[in-house]
């Protein structure tokens, strides 16, 4: 309000001393100085604030992928430490799972617990033996058989991967737990 005020004097001295001969009509003359004094000349004030903002929306721009890439590496660095705690074993399927339940996903994939005998060496605490551990496994569904009903509750993976009883297969067991006391599963 006060700078519509303060305009008001501005604006009858500029005309005062306009050109009578202009080409321009007084209205629009009167509106191109309101704009200019009005939207124009705050505009131009608020410019230098206007670089600060650009530099920080710049910097927060370079800033979110490198933070994106370093969660990233810190992910990766855990993934592999993880795996570090897992050794491979010689395994046998000991006996197979009572039933296969179907987790649906982007990739449908059907998951079974298998009891496995997984072997392993002599040590100068134990003999060479072996030990029962349960074992979840996932697979991916190969073909999944459409209910006539058309609903999803219905549908059912008839084709994946299934081992038979005494199939050897490669199991990984945490490396502190080699005689299976901690009762963890593969």
């Known amino acids: 309000?006060?700078?519509?005020?303060?305009?008001?004097?501005?604006?009858?001295?500029?005309?005062?001393?306009?050109?009578?001969?202009?080409?321009?009509?007084?209205c629009l003359r009167r509106r191109w100085r309101i704009f200019f004094f009005a939207?124009?000349?705050?505009?131009?004030?608020?410019?230098?604030?206007?670089?600060?903002?650009?530099?920080?929306?710049?910097w927060s721009l370079l800033l979110i992928p490198v933070s994106l890439f370093i969660a990233s590496n810190f992910f990766l660095l855990m993934s592999v430490l993880r795996?570090?705690?897992?050794?491979?074993?010689?395994?046998?399927?000991?006996?197979?799972?009572?039933?296969?339940?179907?987790?649906?996903?982007?990739?449908?994939?059907?998951?079974?617990?298998?009891?496995?005998?997984r072997f392993y060496r002599p040590s100068s605490e134990r003999?060479?033996?072996?030990?029962?551990?349960?074992?979840?496994?996932?697979?991916p569904c190969d073909h999944v058989d459409l209910s006539r009903t058309g609903r999803v509750e219905d549908d059912r993976c008839d084709s994946f991967q299934i081992w038979a009883w005494n199939d050897p297969i490669t199991c990984f067991y945490r490396r502190d737990d080699e005689y299976g006391v901690k009762f963890d599963s593969l």
């Not at 604030?49 to 650009?54: E, P, Q, S």
């Not at 003999?127 to 697979?139: A, H, K, P, T």
């Open 39 to 58: 939207y124009w000349d705050p505009l131009v004030d608020s410019l230098p604030t206007v670089g600060r903002v650009v530099t920080c929306v710049l």
């Open 127 to 139: 003999l060479e033996g072996f030990v029962l551990q349960s074992c979840d496994i996932r697979v």
């Open 83 to 117: 795996n570090f705690e897992y050794v491979a074993g010689d395994c046998v399927i000991e006996s197979l799972p009572m039933s296969f339940s179907t987790e649906r996903g982007v990739v449908t994939k059907v998951v079974g617990s298998y009891l496995i005998r």
């Open 1 to 26: 309000a006060e700078m519509w005020a303060a305009l008001g004097p501005i604006l009858r001295k500029m005309e005062a001393a306009d050109d009578p001969d202009s080409p321009y009509p007084k």
